[in-house]
């Protein structure tokens, strides 16, 4: 049987993780996770693998949190050890996180096959550690799997030619399969008072966004200017800045702990509008056909753009105020993210890859 080893390490990777683990197991073969312990905290980790179902990783490297030469470095040199050891026949990385280079680093140095789901996606924006981190992926990748067209025509403009293959979404997937069971059973808006269509759900994460002082406070004051409610599920780095800045949070603003995957889909179902500097997030709000508005320069994103579903306003108050008081969406949602069926067809092409 053909061993995969997924490496993950941060809360969109457990979640990227839920079909393709399923897929890979679907198609025969074994289906190895290593955890490098980027994020830790119940609700940034675990929740996500009780309440998908994703099997307990085989390995947690308890890495933790550093600087991004640190902990890139610490979870290379942990990595390694653990794939001499596991000998798997390929390797799967999600995305663009420290993890995500870490792990095809250390595999395409053994001379074990990487395969890189979410390909191809660039912001050119190189003062952000996720775009050194999706370049040199795709640079040492052997299997390159494109969520949509302009992601693998990017690569072709890079020179990587062998191995691209665009299969859709693996979050659209399970955003479709999810949808009822989060209807269904989440219980979040009753818990919060929050009423459909009557507040604006905003998350806050990237350094680009929370680490400087004077965006963090340009984005409270057009939050505050909304006057409307917010609901802000708060990521662990933004709380810590918040502390340490010393911010006051405005009155129309509640705060509230990280949500699991069921709820975080309920909650940006019934949102109003969708304000983020989230990449996941950006595409969920399209999924679910709820504007979103992206808090950061530009996006990697840019099929939610130019569909017409998403505006890319950075920190400026008057095009944040002007976005989220006027009907500018289109009716239409064009499929651009696949047809549900990415992770499957990602299993598919590593099976047959493998021989
Ligand atoms: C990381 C990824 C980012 C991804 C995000 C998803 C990199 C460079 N960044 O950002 O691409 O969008 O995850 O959420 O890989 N912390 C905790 N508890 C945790 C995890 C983090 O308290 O469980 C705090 C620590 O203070 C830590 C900080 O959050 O220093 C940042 O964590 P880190 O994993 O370095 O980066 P993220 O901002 O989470
Ligand atoms: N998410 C979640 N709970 C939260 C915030 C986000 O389940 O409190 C989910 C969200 O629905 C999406 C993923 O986490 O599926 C996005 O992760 P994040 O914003 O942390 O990282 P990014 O996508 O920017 O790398």
Partial sequence: MKKILTVLGARPQFIK???TGKAIRDCGMEDIVVHTGQHYDYEMSKLFFDELQIPVPN?????????????????IIALEESMIEMKPDLVLVHGDTNSTLSGALTAAK???PVAHNEAGMRSFNRSMPEEINRIL?????TLLFCPTQPSADQLLSEGIRDGVLVIGDVQYDLARIHRDKALANSKILQEHSLLERHYVLVTLHRPYT???????????NAFSALDEQIVLPLHPRTKARLHEFNLTVPENILIIPPVGYLDMMMLEMSARMIMTDSGGVQKESYFHGIPCLTLRPETEWIETV???WNRVVDT?????????RTEWWREDRPLVFGDGHAAEKLAFVVKDYLG
């Fill in 59 to 75: 390995v947690n490297l308890g890495i933790g949190s550093g600087s991004q030469a640190n902990q890139t470095a610490a979870i």
């Fill in 316 to 324: 400026d108050e008057a095009k944040i105020l002007d976005s989220a």
């Fill in 210 to 220: 929370v680490d400087d002082p004077k965006r963090l406070a340009q984005l409270f």
């Fill in 137 to 141: 992926t795709d640079h040492c990748s």
């Fill in 110 to 112: 053994l001379g074990i």
């Fill in 306 to 308: 130019q569909a017409g």
């Fill in 17 to 19: 993780h839920c079909p």
